[in-house]
Nanobody, 121 residues
């Protein structure tokens, strides 16, 4: 099937930077959109950023201007560069990908296991 493995989370001071990565493996026809959600304790999971296969991006207002999403299609990997981090960015960050298993086939979403990002004040 499809597996997503995240890396790059950790502890950083406020104002610092962190980059998280997510690599997709398995058998599929193509990866369509990829992106990141996050979930802070006691809060609902929220969208952080998305990127389509051609590279069109979308960001949550809370991270716009401070984060950059990118992808390497040859490596089936999506990145999220986060700068000027704030304590309120503390959360578990989950990557996802939308894939299909044949041309014009149905789209299926898969999730990573999550990586903790903690921003200290």
């Amino acid at each position: 099937q499809v597996q997503l493995v995240e890396s790059g989370g950790g502890l950083v001071q406020a104002g610092g930077s962190l980059r998280v990565s997510c690599t997709v493996s398995g058998t599929f026809f193509s990866i369509l959109a990829m992106g990141w959600y996050r979930q802070a304790p006691g809060k609902q999971r929220e969208l952080v950023a998305t990127i389509t296969s051609p590279g069109r991006t979308n960001y949550a207002d809370s991270v716009k201007g401070r984060s950059t999403i990118s992808r390497d299609n040859a490596k089936n990997t999506v990145y999220l560069q986060m700068d000027s981090l704030k304590p309120e960015d503390t959360a578990v960050y989950y990557c996802y990908c939308n894939v299909n298993f044949r041309l014009d086939g149905s789209i299926n979403r898969y999730w990573g296991q999550g990586t903790q990002v903690t921003v200290s004040s």
